[in-house]
């Protein structure tokens, strides 16, 4: 399984990005998939994590901004961040599971400038 992020830059204090995360390869045992963040110096952390039925789990900080939500067509996560705050930046990455192990993407960058 391979997994591409997209949709990360750079954007204002309050303002919205949304990033997308494609799966391609062996993508037929994909369950769960989600999103982790990274900020210098600190531990890899959750972010959001969707099932394949469309259950969601979110961390208590992003909870009431972030929005989760995926193509099983297409094989797709998003998420959508509203109301960003500079604690927000960090790379965020992306995480789809099957059978086998967990695969993740290669991060990209949310800089959020106060």
């Known amino acids: 399984v391979q997994l591409v992020e997209s949709g990360g830059g750079l954007v204002q204090d309050g303002g919205s990005l949304r990033l997308s995360c494609a799966a391609s390869?062996?993508?037929?045992?994909?369950?769960?998939m989600g999103w982790y963040r990274q900020a210098p110096g600190k531990q890899r952390e959750l972010v959001a994590t969707?099932?394949?039925?469309?259950?969601?789990n979110y961390a208590d900080s992003v909870k009431g901004r972030f929005i989760i939500s995926r193509d099983n067509g297409k094989n797709t996560v998003y998420l959508q961040m509203n109301s960003l705050k500079p604690e927000d930046t960090a790379v965020y990455y992306c995480?789809?599971?099957?059978?086998?192990?967990?695969?993740w993407g290669q991060g990209t960058q949310v800089t959020v400038s106060s």
């Open positions: 390869g062996s993508t037929f045992s994909i369950g769960t």
């Open positions: 995480n789809a599971n099957d059978f086998y192990a967990p695969h």
């Open positions: 969707i099932s394949w039925g469309g259950s969601t």
